[in-house]
């Protein structure tokens, strides 16, 4: 890719897009900026972290002509602005991520713009529950674990045959998939979008699906999802750190500039084009390992108290392959101390989060979002 390109972030005010800007305005890119600014991750203003070389649009990727003023004059295209999490107004997630991702090819192929490659940002929620093995009866793709045996806090994903607690399995790309959340059906539309509209009229398109990213600038204003938010930001308040289920689901959390590496890399390969890529850390933690390295990082010393509560739809454990992008010369640096510490240390500065914290669970208790 050619250093004079300019480059299209949409999203670019949030946690990923924001340190992606900084990479790129490193690298020698121009940059351009598409945000709205929304809620829940704004709160209408420029965050002091964007990055002042970048030129900042405020417009709506929901929108024709804010896409059509954005894409003027532009090589690359990272697509990132989305509608997260599990609110309540299910149509705002297609409007957002399918309907943004549909009119950036609309425009691209309709005003035949000489754009050379586009990136859209995806995720592992995509698989659902994921892939299991049992010892007597081999591998399945699971089911969503039902409200009545999360009651019951039956926490393990088990064998449909003879309902033993079966063992999680890293998924691929290549994975029967199975999105369990309106925002996950809207990131597995947006990419299947991105894959056949990328494909039909030869524009070079990737779609990530990252794990759970974890670094500085995570939004401070919501806790709808984000368990390292969640633990920093009761660890700052001095308040006891409280996880769901039993704390033993597993996860892979990936570090922010981890990620970006991967966007750099996909943005240079040529081998990435047309293709669907897992971007994780190639490891495995349990919540409750995350919840004790905030505690350590931040000098507590009470243990992290598992309540019991749950979120349906919330997978019980999630594990990705990240050999295909290995294979691009992806190479994880970073632990998880690096990015507990590095966000402990930056939400310091915003002793704002702990009245968003409280403000969250009243509303999520009230929606109904987190059981019991
Ligand atoms: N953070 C994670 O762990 C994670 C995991 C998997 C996938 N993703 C994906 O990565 C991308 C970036 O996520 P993030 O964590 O940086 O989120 P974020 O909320 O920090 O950033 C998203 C940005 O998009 C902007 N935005 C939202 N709606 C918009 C609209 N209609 N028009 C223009 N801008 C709009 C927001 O203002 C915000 O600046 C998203 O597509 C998300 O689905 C993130």
């Not at 940059?31 to 405020?58: Q, Y």
């Not at 609110?87 to 691209?108: C, G």
């Not at 809207?186 to 030869?202: D, H, P």
């Amino acid at each position: 890719m050619k250093h004079q390109d300019m480059v299209l972030v949409t999203g670019g005010a949030g946690f990923i897009g924001s340190h992606l800007v900084d990479a790129l305005i490193n690298k020698g890119f121009r940059v351009r900026v598409l945000d709205n600014l929304s809620r829940p991750t704004h709160d209408g203003k420029i965050p002091d972290w964007l990055n002042n070389t970048a030129e900042f649009i405020r417009g709506d990727v929901r929108i024709k002509k804010d896409w059509i003023k954005a894409l003027s004059g532009v090589g690359v295209v990272f697509h990132l602005a989305s509608y997260m999490d599990y609110h309540p107004d299910f149509s705002r997630y297609f409007d957002t991520n399918v309907k943004s991702t549909a009119l950036l090819y609309e425009i691209v192929v309709g005003k035949k713009l000489p754009v050379k490659k586009i990136i859209v940002a995806s995720s592992q929620s995509v698989y659902g529950e994921g892939k299991y093995t049992c010892p007597g009866h081999g591998v399945f793709y699971a089911r969503m674990r039902s409200e009545t045996q999360l009651k019951k806090h039956e926490w393990e994903v088990c064998c449909p045959k003879d309902g033993k607690a079966a063992e999680i399995l890293p998924e691929f790309e290549t994975d029967e998939l199975s999105p369990q959340s309106p925002y996950a059906v809207s990131k597995l539309a947006s990419e299947k979008l991105c894959q056949i509209l990328g494909q039909t009229y030869r524009i070079p398109s990737i779609a990530l699906r990252y794990s759970i990213v974890l670094g500085e600038r995570q939004s401070f204003r919501h806790f709808y999802s984000g368990a390292l938010r969640d633990f920093c930001v009761r660890a700052m308040a001095g308040l006891e750190i409280l996880t769901h289920e039993d704390a033993m689901q597993i996860r892979d959390f990936v570090n922010i500039h981890d990620v970006t590496q991967a966007h750099l890399l996909v943005l240079e390969s040529k081998k990435a084009d047309y293709q669907v890529l897992n971007v994780g850390s190639g490891r495995t933690s349990r919540i409750i390992d995350l919840a004790n390295t905030v505690c350590n990082a931040a000098k507590i010393i009470h243990k992290p108290l598992a309540t019991g509560k749950f979120r349906i739809n919330s997978p019980r454990n999630s594990v990705m392959s990240i050999g295909k992008l290995k294979k691009l010369g992806y190479k994880p640096k970073y632990d998880l101390k690096d990015s507990v510490f590095e966000y402990l240390h930056w939400i310091q500065g915003y002793p704002e989060a702990i009245s968003y914290l409280k403000k969250t669970y009243a509303k999520m208790h009230k929606e109904g979002i987190l059981k019991p």
